[in-house]
C-alpha cells in the first residue's frame, strides 16, 4: 500500500461547479499536512497547509479526519484557472525528509 | 526574487555519462532537498541536507551524490547515468524542516538514451 494514495483523476468539471478530492495516508503518525499544486510541466507550490480543525482560504477548504487517515480538499466555484493538478502531502513532525507526496490528481475545469 | 534556481532545465545524456545538476537558493534556507518525479510515482526524495556541509540519504539515493559546500547551494550528481533515471528532478529548500513551506526550483527534465 502507498504511504499517501490519491485518485489520479482526471476530474473534468464545469466552470463553476464545486469538486472534492480526498488522499488517504498509511502513517497514523503523521502530523503535517498540506495540498500543493502544479501546473503542467511547472513546480509544485504550496495551496495550503492542513489544520486539525480544517480551514478555508477563499474558494479552497480543506480537511483533516484523523481517524480515517485522511485529508480531502473541496474547490468551490472552479475558474478555468484552477486547472492543475493537486498534490497531496504527508508528513510526521521533526524529520526534514519525512515528507510523503502524492502521485497528484488531475483537474481540468471546462468552459 | 529568485528563490529556488537550478540549471540547466533540459538535458540530454549517453548512458555511462556523468553530469551535475546545480540548485541555488536566495532565502537563507538551512534545508535543501532534491526530488525526482515520475509519472504515476510522485515525488521522490533523492537526498536533502539540513545545513552547510551536512547531507543525507532520501528514499531513492542509488546512483546519485550530492554536495552542500555553501548554504546557498545544493549540488546532485549522477556518476554514471542510466536510462532509469530519465525523469524530472526538482530542487527545493525551506527554512527548517516538516511543518515549513518547500519553495522548489523549476524543474530540470533529464533524458538518457
Known amino acids: 500500500r502507498k504511504e499517501v494514495e490519491q485518485d489520479p483523476g482526471p476530474f473534468n468539471v464545469p466552470e463553476g461547479a464545486t469538486v472534492a478530492f480526498n488522499c488517504t495516508y498509511s502513517?497514523?503518525?503523521?502530523?503535517?499536512f498540506f495540498w500543493y499544486r502544479q501546473d503542467c510541466r511547472k513546480e509544485p507550490k504550496l495551496l495550503m497547509s492542513v489544520y486539525s480543525s480544517g480551514n478555508e482560504d477563499g474558494r479552497f477548504t480543506a480537511q483533516l479526519n484523523r481517524a480515517s487517515q485522511y485529508i480531502s480538499l473541496l474547490i468551490r466555484d472552479s475558474k478555468l484557472s484552477d486547472s492543475a493538478t493537486y498534490l497531496c502531502?504527508?508528513?510526521?513532525?521533526?524529520?526534514?525528509?519525512?515528507?510523503?507526496f502524492g502521485s497528484g490528481t488531475q483537474l481540468t475545469v471546462l468552459p | 526574487n529568485a528563490g529556488v534556481t537550478q540549471t540547466p532545465k533540459f538535458r540530454v545524456l549517453k548512458t555511462g555519462q556523468s553530469m551535475t545538476l546545480l540548485c541555488a537558493q536566495d532565502m537563507n534556507h538551512e534545508y535543501m532537498y532534491w526530488y525526482r518525479q515520475d509519472p504515476g510515482m510522485g515525488l521522490r526524495l533523492i537526498h536533502y541536507s539540513v545545513g552547510e556541509g551536512t547531507t543525507a540519504k532520501g528514499e531513492v539515493p542509488d546512483g546519485y551524490n550530492v554536495s552542500r559546500l555553501k548554504k546557498q547551494n545544493f549540488l546532485l550528481g549522477l556518476e554514471s547515468a542510466a536510462p532509469s533515471q530519465t525523469s524530472v528532478y526538482f530542487c527545493?529548500?525551506?527554512?527548517?524542516?516538516?511543518?515549513?513551506?518547500?519553495?522548489f526550483g523549476e524543474g530540470s527534465w533529464l533524458t538518457v538514451v
Open positions: 502531502v504527508v508528513g510526521p513532525s521533526g524529520s526534514a525528509r519525512q515528507l510523503t
Open positions: 502513517n497514523s503518525a503523521s502530523q503535517s
Open positions: 527545493a529548500s525551506s527554512s527548517t524542516g516538516v511543518g515549513n513551506t518547500i519553495y
